[in-house]
Nanobody, 124 residues
Framework: EVQLVESGGGLVQAGGSLRLSCAAS????????IGWFRQAPGKEREGVSS????????YYTDSVKGRFTISSDNAKNTVYLQMNSLRPEDTAVYYC?????????????????WGQGTQVTVSS
């Protein structure tokens, strides 16, 4: 059974940092791309970043480039999202997702498996 479990969310002041973790199980990590998405109240789910660690391929949405960094620890089957210089507009529920056979994508429809989400709140 494929499982994705996010952790690391919380409340932080603007300019602060958080590191999100996505622990994956039930599939061969190297065969999958892992993406981070976020959804704020009243807004559509947005692709933030993705990684295909076996190929060293990463993608970022423009609004987080230079502030967020995605990485993976293949030995732990875990993907991280380091978020620096956080802004109030980064406030959302953050989800990780997995899909087989892609190098990565910021399109939510392409992902098959989803975690339960973790709340990130950035105060001004």
């Amino acid at each position: 059974e494929v499982q994705l479990v996010e952790s690391g969310g919380g409340l932080v002041q603007a300019g602060g940092s958080l590191r999100l973790s996505c622990a994956a199980s039930g599939f061969t990590f190297d065969d999958f791309a892992i993406g981070w998405f976020r959804q704020a109240p009243g807004k559509e789910r947005e692709g933030v970043s993705s990684i295909r660690s076996s190929e060293g391929i990463t993608y970022y949405t423009d609004s987080v480039k230079g502030r967020f960094t995605i990485s993976s620890d293949n030995a732990k089957n875990t993907v991280y999202l380091q978020m620096n210089s956080l802004r109030p507009e980064d406030t959302a529920v953050y989800y990780c997702a997995a899909v087989a056979g892609l190098d990565g994508s910021l399109m939510a429809l392409e992902y098959d498996y989803w975690g339960q989400g973790t709340q990130v709140t950035v105060s001004s």
